[in-house]
């Protein structure tokens, strides 16, 4: 009769041991699924920096390139209206020199005839 008292004793002091160890086990497993989500929002708060310093530096260079485009337009721009300020001192001369040339031919034949 000692044999499944025994057994009993042993079935219990088993199965508390499989309880405390069960118990032990959702512990762990929640404390690592905390340790899982805090790991992840850490890294998903790290990701979002490390885009917003990349946009923020892309953006920069951008506004940069477009600052050195305007600067060359700007450039080129005045570079073209010199040129037709030139241009337009060349016509003038030109007319001028017709007109010399008009009013020369015109004393020429005044002159002869």
Known sequence: MD????????????????ETRSSELMQHLESSRNTFWE????????VIERINFL???LELQALNEQKVIDDK???LGIDIMNTFERIGAC???IDACKQSLKNLSFDAR???G
Do not use: G
Not at 10 to 18: A, G, Y
Not at 39 to 46: F, G, K, Q
């Open 3 to 18: 044999e499944p008292t025994n057994c009993s004793d042993h079935f219990e002091l088993f199965k508390s041991d499989i």
């Open 91 to 93: 016509v003038s001369t």
């Open 55 to 57: 946009f923020s530096e």
């Open 110 to 112: 005044v002159a002869k």
């Open 73 to 75: 337009a700007q450039e």
């Open 39 to 46: 790991n992840l929002h850490a890294c998903r708060e790290y």
